[in-house]
């Protein structure tokens, strides 16, 4: 207990620094940018025995500007991201969350299995109730089967957006990447679109009319890597505070294979990533180690996570590259390019590495699907490359069940027959009975009403196929599937259905497994599961502005194992003196 306490009460600083602003903070600001988050623990010991690690999280309001633009955001102890966890597979992590916001809270574990915890998901409507403005909420789950990289978040209504974001990296013996064999030190770059307005404004608007007059999302006011980006200040005319910032600054070693965890904390934009002069190795998807290419950039959409490999051997102590996080145009037909940059420079003796910014150019163009080209599709990497896992794990063979979710785009009526245009799942947009979680009234035996959200049951064990349907033709959606990791074992153009799938040669070899995956507009996905993990679990895109509007599913596996589950009475104090025909933001 004491060491997870030590990790949170004193983060462990490099003498090699991660950015050059000392002090990234304007004036005027009460939210940090601590670099030690970006640099995993050197000696971390992963051969230790599991035990408990404990944090103290409150989640406030405080004044921040990660781009120089001063604004209201919603924090974590005041960080922005937020404290990481770093722990080993095995181990138990306790995490007492108060909530001094004056709504609602929940924290999600992204990525974790929650098997026999399926409680502590942090979904409100789904898994919990709000931690209520004032109480604290301790969330208990041990990290068993499972290593990589992870994030957690906010889950109520897109708060992300404002801040509640941080990194969980689980190490373990079993990881086929080793420290000091296949890299020689490993940090974390997190990427994320980022806006000026509240969250809370811009989902009220887009359920009602539109937000400043369109139906879909703003576009982006800055690109952040590792919350800190650059904003233009002398386009500010209404009075709000703004600094010019300097670019951030990624301090590396020559001569050292880096491994780098890219994490995409953002709400809304997919991103393609790019070191100058630098290939990158692909050695992770989410949490599942693979064989991947070397490529020139990586494309991630919100939520995923990749690793990848540097050789920092194309310069020498103080020269400067240009770490790139662009845009990807092709995928939300963005208003207007935006880029992040940050300086990625070589240092081995700080007191001599020079501090001009860098000249280097960016990749040229060697094929027309490059996904630096702007009129390339919008893709997952899978779709371009082979990444195939580094632990073996063939699929299951045969399936006992097969379901279809469809989602599109329209408009539609909430509960209250007010109409809004958004996202629906097999024709039903979400509506979140939020103090009355999907999970306690399976548990309870009472069905699941379908005219709230749409959801389909997973009764047996072994293997089944959720078949997902993207029918927006001209909108790509990243959907992530809370619970497990699902095979990946088809994709393709047009749609599909159970009958058509007996058509399809699905690949069960050691297929791609991960938690997030783009589906392109007008495209299908098989997702194969494994039906070991009793629960509730949303389904939902993880464009925060896209949830917010309604597109989220519930899959039920094992309903009648659910009807077992316990739950600890600081859970069921959550919802004591709540309304359970209220309705909350998804």
């Not at 703003?218 to 010019?244: E, M, Y």
């Not at 294979?257 to 190795?281: K, V």
């Not at 103080?318 to 662009?326: K, M, Q, T, V, Y």
């Not at 699905?506 to 791609?512: K, R």
Request: net charge negative.
């Amino acid at each position: 207990m004491w060491f997870g306490i030590l990790l949170f009460l004193g983060p462990l600083v490099l003498s090699l620094p991660q950015s050059s602003r000392t002090d990234p903070s304007p004036r005027g600001t009460t939210v940090t940018n601590d670099p030690s988050i970006f640099t995993l623990d050197p000696d971390f010991l992963i051969t230790e025995i599991p035990q408990i690690r404990e944090w103290f999280w409150t989640i406030e309001a405080a004044t921040g500007a990660p781009d120089g633009y001063q604004r209201q955001m919603f924090t974590v102890n005041k960080m922005f991201p937020g404290p990481l966890i770093e722990a080993n597979e095995g181990d138990t992590i306790w995490v007492h969350v108060t909530n001094k916001l004056d709504i609602g809270q929940t924290i999600h574990w992204h990525g974790m299995l929650q098997n026999g915890t399926q409680y502590n998901d942090g979904v409100p409507g789904f898994s919990q109730c709000p931690i209520p403005p004032g109480q604290t909420y301790t969330y208990q789950f041990t990290i068993n089967n499972q290593y990589g990289t992870y994030w957690w978040h906010s889950h109520y209504a897109n708060t992300l957006a404002d801040g509640i974001v941080g990194g969980l990296i689980v190490h373990s013996v079993h990881d086929p990447l080793k420290l000091g064999q296949d890299f020689d030190e490993e940090r974390i770059i997190y990427l994320s679109d980022w806006v000026h307005e509240q969250s809370q404004v811009i989902v009220a608007d887009l359920l009602s009319g539109g937000y400043k007059g369109s139906v879909a999302p703003p576009p982006v006011d800055s690109v952040l890597i590792n919350g800190q980006g650059r904003f233009n200040c002398s386009t500010v005319t209404d009075g709000t505070p703004c600094s010019d910032l300097p670019y951030p600054e990624i301090h590396v070693p020559s001569n050292k294979r880096i491994r780098f965890r890219i994490i995409h904390t953002g709400a809304h934009e997919s991103f393609r990533l790019s070191i100058d002069n630098h290939q990158l190795l692909v050695v992770e998807a989410d949490d599942c180690p693979v064989y991947g290419p070397t490529v020139n950039e990586i494309i991630i959409h919100p939520a995923q996570r990749y690793s990848f490999i540097v050789n920092t051997t194309s310069g020498s102590n103080g020269d400067a590259f240009w770490l790139r996080s662009n845009v990807a145009l092709s995928c939300l037909g963005s208003k207007q390019p935006q880029a992040g940059l940050a300086v990625f420079r070589y240092v081995d003796d700080v007191i001599s590495a020079t501090t001009s910014e860098p000249t280097t150019e960016p990749w040229r163009l060697t094929r027309r699907d490059d996904l630096a080209n702007a009129t390339a599709p919008c893709v997952d990497m899978d779709q371009l490359y082979s990444l195939t896992p580094r632990v073996a794990e063939d699929a299951p063979t045969s399936v006992s069940q097969t379901n279809v979710l469809s989602s599109v785009f329209g408009t539609f009526s909430d509960v209250n027959g007010h109409a809004f245009s958004g996202f629906a799942m097999n024709g039903i947009t979400y509506q979140n009975q939020i103090n009355y979680p999907l999970l306690q009234q399976v548990e309870e035996g009472v069905p699941i009403n379908s005219s709230l959200v749409a959801n389909v049951a997973f009764d047996g064990i072994g293997g089944g196929d959720l078949i997902i349907n993207n029918l927006d033709g001209f909108i790509s959606h990243p959907y992530h599937l809370h619970g497990r990791p699902f095979f990946l074992v088809a994709r393709g153009s047009g749609t599909m259905d159970a009958e058509g799938l007996s058509n399809v040669q699905v690949n069960t070899n050691n297929p791609l497994r991960r938690d997030t995956l783009l589906i392109p507009g007008g495209d299908w996905a098989v997702l194969r599961l494994l039906m070991d993990d009793p629960g509730v679990w949303p389904l939902h895109c993880h464009i925060g502005w896209h949830l917010a509007q309604g597109k989220l599913a519930a899959i039920v596996i094992q309903p009648d194992a659910i009807k077992k589950i316990d739950q600890p009475s600081a859970w069921l104090d959550l919802c004591k003196g709540t309304d359970q025909d209220a309705f909350g933001p998804a």
